[in-house]
């Protein structure tokens, strides 16, 4: 059974800190690059941060220099650490496995975690 399962979302206030976690099982996790997405209340769905498995990374724009991704494949394991966060970071964030070019972007989604920057 393909799984993977998001956790670590809660309320914080502007300027603190939250990691998420994904937990993959069912597939070649090292063959998949790692992503994370958020879907903000009346918006798109937009990519946040992706991992190579070898370990590189690329952020969106607006979460560089605040946010973290990385990934452990022994533990088949993805997180994003979120520092400084923002009342605009508020979202549902999902973790996503891609199988990329080589393997038809075949794609794996979680069921998302619930994010909420307020004061």
């Known amino acids: 059974q393909v799984q993977l399962v998001e956790s670590g979302g809660g309320l914080v206030q502007p300027g603190g800190s939250l990691r998420l976690s994904c937990a993959a099982s069912?597939?070649?996790?090292?063959?998949?690059?790692m992503r994370w997405f958020r879907q903000a209340p009346g918006k798109q769905r937009e990519l946040v941060a992706s991992i190579t498995s070898a370990g590189s990374t690329n952020y969106a724009d607006s979460v560089k220099g605040r946010f973290t991704i990385s990934r452990e494949n022994a533990k088949n394991m993805a997180y994003l650490q979120m520092n400084s966060l923002k009342p605009e970071d508020t979202a549902v964030y999902y973790c996503?496995?891609?199988?990329?070019?080589?393997?038809?972007?075949?794609?794996?989604w979680g069921q998302g975690t619930q994010v909420t920057v307020s004061s």
């Open positions: 069912g597939f070649t996790f090292s063959n998949y690059y």
């Open positions: 996503n496995a891609d199988a990329g070019s080589w393997g038809g972007y075949r794609r794996y």
